[in-house]
């Protein structure tokens, strides 16, 4: 079974940084895409960034330009570099890792048990 492990999380003010981690049990080449995904109070569960096996980049409108995903394939992790943080990027960020078929759906589906992000005004 997969295991999904973030940290990175916590309490930051208004412009400042943040470093996210997600930790894989197994090797990531084993994924087509990894992503980060948020949660905020009352909303649904909205994508963040991703990235493919092959490098693949894609972020969410309210993220580019502040917001980097990569991934270190040695280490089995993958990062989400948060910059210029602003109040409503208070979520609960959440590691995903997706497998899929050859017809584009998705085989296998994993997630962290979440990280909080709060930044203060």
């Known amino acids: 079974q997969v295991q999904l492990v973030e940290s990175g999380g916590g309490l930051v003010q208004a412009g400042g940084s943040l470093r996210l981690s997600c930790a894989a049990s197994?090797?990531?080449?084993?994924?087509?895409?990894m992503s980060w995904y948020r949660q905020a109070p009352g909303k649904q569960r909205e994508l963040v960034a991703a990235?493919?096996?092959?490098?693949?980049?894609n972020y969410a409108d309210s993220v580019k330009g502040r917001f980097t995903i990569s991934r270190d394939n040695a280490k089995n992790t993958v990062y989400l570099q948060m910059s210029s943080l602003k109040p409503e990027d208070t979520a609960v960020y959440y590691c995903?890792?997706?497998?899929?078929?050859?017809?584009?759906?998705?085989?296998?589906?994993?997630w962290g048990q979440g990280t909080q992000v709060t930044v203060s005004s």
């Open positions: 990235i493919t096996s092959g490098g693949t980049t």
């Open positions: 995903n890792a997706r497998i899929f078929t050859g017809w584009g759906t998705v085989k296998s589906d994993y």
């Open positions: 197994g090797s990531i080449l084993a994924f087509n895409a």
